[in-house]
Nanobody, 125 residues
Framework: QVQLVESGGGLVQAGGSLRLSCAASGRTFSRYAMGWFRQAPGKEREFVAAIRGWSGDSTYYADSVKGRFTISRDGAKNTVYLQMNSLKPEDTAVYYC?????????????????WGQGTQVTVSS
C-alpha cells in the first residue's frame, strides 16, 4: 500500500512559479512510476507529467506544459516534485500525484494505482 501526500499549491500571478511536492510512504517507492494529473472545474482529469521508476531517466509531459514544467524524484526522500514555471491562468486546477505499481510511466489516469488528495493551484491574470 502506498500513501501519497501533496503539498506546495497556492495562489500565484501569471508568469510566476510553484513547486509541488508529493511525499510517498512505502519502502518500494523507488520502483514505482509516478505521475502528476490535474483537474479544473467542469473538466476531466488530465495528464500533466510522468517519470519512470528506479532511475527516473525517462520523463513525459503534456504538450500544454512542455518546456515550462519539470518532474523529478528523490528516492532518498521518497518524494516526487513538479516544478512549474511561467504559469498561466489556464494552469489553474487541483493537481494530483499518482503512483503506478510498475516501473514504466504512463499518461493515462486509469493505469495508476494510488492517488493523493490533491492540492489547489490558482494562477491569477
Amino acid at each position: 500500500q502506498v500513501q501519497l501526500v501533496e503539498s506546495g499549491g497556492g495562489l500565484v500571478q501569471a508568469g510566476g512559479s510553484l513547486r509541488l511536492s508529493c511525499a510517498a510512504s512505502g519502502r518500494t517507492f523507488s520502483r514505482y512510476a509516478m505521475g502528476w494529473f490535474r483537474q479544473a472545474p467542469g473538466k476531466e482529469r488530465e495528464f500533466v507529467a510522468a517519470i519512470r521508476g528506479w532511475s527516473g531517466d525517462s520523463t513525459y509531459y503534456a504538450d500544454s506544459v512542455k518546456g515550462r514544467f519539470t518532474i523529478s524524484r528523490d528516492g532518498a526522500k521518497n518524494t516526487v516534485y513538479l516544478q512549474m514555471n511561467s504559469l498561466k491562468p489556464e494552469d489553474t486546477a487541483v493537481y494530483y500525484c499518482a503512483a503506478r505499481s510498475s516501473v514504466g510511466a504512463r499518461t493515462t489516469a486509469a493505469e495508476y494505482d494510488y492517488w493523493g488528495q490533491g492540492t489547489q493551484v490558482t494562477v491569477s491574470s
